[in-house]
């Protein structure tokens, strides 16, 4: 079946612009997850939505980062006034619960900012 | 709050001899443990898991994994490697009561032909 997919692929956008990026997890996984891995922080976690309860935002580095997930589906990852610093490859996950189930990953968007 | 240490950043293996993948863990309360695998340019692909039950837990590709309480460490391991099994290999850790992945520095495995 279809995995996770994400887009666009690659971003490369100028310091100081907005940027969204997109998730398709997979059908009927209720758990989404965004985390980022760069070369100096390894993976974080950002944020988790679970089916209709408010989302965990403890891992969101600043106030520039959001997100949403529409119907239950999809989910965008937004980040405001990009800086230097938050180029990276953002990651997408989902699965069929929370505790105890594994997650499923996307390819990732790399973004650059310059 | 919950860490994971991954203690070797590169293990070479000769293609065919036994392969092991170093986890060390702390978390609060019982752990729930994963190893994740990632190919260039690609996301994270699950391997396996220990949740609960059997320490000995076997998962794709031949791989397994031994959950060691005592030691809190939870090793990946494949009998005979394959050029193949180079790639980059990520531990990670949750507590039953989280649900958000905490992540080790990763291992880079390279299988020598």
């Known amino acids: 079946g279809a995995g996770v997919s994400q887009s666009p692929s690659n971003k490369v956008t100028e310091k100081g612009k907005d940027v969204e990026l997109r998730c398709d997890p997979i059908?009927?996984?209720?758990?989404l997850y965004w985390y980022r891995q760069s070369l100096g922080q390894g993976l974080e976690f950002l944020i988790y939505?679970?089916?209709?309860?408010?989302?965990?935002k403890s891992g969101l580095p600043s106030d520039r980062f959001s997100a949403e997930r529409t119907g239950g589906s999809v989910s965008t990852l937004t980040i405001q006034r990009t800086q230097q610093e938050d180029s990276a490859v953002y990651l997408c996950?989902?699965?069929?619960?929370?505790?105890?189930?594994?997650?499923?990953f996307g390819p990732g968007t790399r973004l650059t900012v310059t | 709050a919950q860490s994971v240490a991954q203690p070797e950043d590169q293990v070479n293996v000769a293609e065919g001899n036994p392969l092991t993948v170093k986890c060390t863990y702390s978390?609060?309360?019982?752990?729930?443990l994963f190893w994740y695998v990632q190919y260039p340019n690609r996301g994270l692909q699950f391997l396996l898991k220990?949740?609960?039950?059997?320490?000995l837990v076997k998962g794709s590709y031949g791989f397994e994994a031994e959950f060691n309480k005592s030691q809190t460490s939870f090793h990946l391991k494949k009998p005979s490697a394959l050029v193949s099994d180079s790639a980059l290999y990520f531990c990670?850790?949750?507590?039953?009561?989280?649900?958000?992945?905490?992540f080790g520095s990763g291992t880079q495995l390279t299988v020598l032909p």
């Open positions: 996950a989902s699965s069929l619960g929370d505790r105890g189930y594994e997650q499923y």
């Open positions: 059908s009927g996984h209720t758990a």
């Open positions: 220990y949740i609960t039950g059997d320490n």
């Open positions: 939505f679970q089916g209709n309860s408010a989302p965990d």
């Open positions: 990670a850790v949750t507590p039953g009561s989280a649900r958000q992945l905490t």
């Open positions: 978390v609060s309360g019982n752990p729930y």
